[in-house]
């Protein structure tokens, strides 16, 4: 047995994040946009979150991701 687990790199496969101006970071996996405590990335008003925002790619970590990320964008939008 030469492997049991893989981990093979990522890129983005939209540009939009960059396109709009995003920080990434470098992940041990590949780039991952740069996000705050809120999912907010370095654009005001541009939130992120699943395998796009975090390295640790999990199916349960992307659902919570995006909908603290959609919380997150509620509230800016009723209380800023």
């Known amino acids: 047995v030469k492997a049991?687990?893989?981990a093979p790199p990522n890129t983005m496969a939209c540009p939009l994040a960059e396109q709009l101006g995003c920080t990434?970071?470098?992940g041990f996996l590949g780039p991952v946009i740069t996000?705050?405590?809120r999912?907010?990335?370095s654009v005001q008003g541009v939130y992120a979150a699943g395998d796009a925002?975090?390295?640790m790619h999990n199916i349960a970590f992307a659902v919570s991701g995006g909908a603290f990320a959609g919380i997150c964008a509620h509230q800016s939008l009723?209380?800023?």
Do not use: G, P
Request: avoid cysteine.
């Open 39 to 41: 999912q907010q990335t």
């Open 4 to 6: 049991l687990f893989t």
């Open 24 to 26: 990434f970071t470098e």
């Open 78 to 80: 009723v209380f800023d």
């Open 35 to 37: 996000v705050d405590d």
């Open 53 to 55: 925002a975090r390295s």
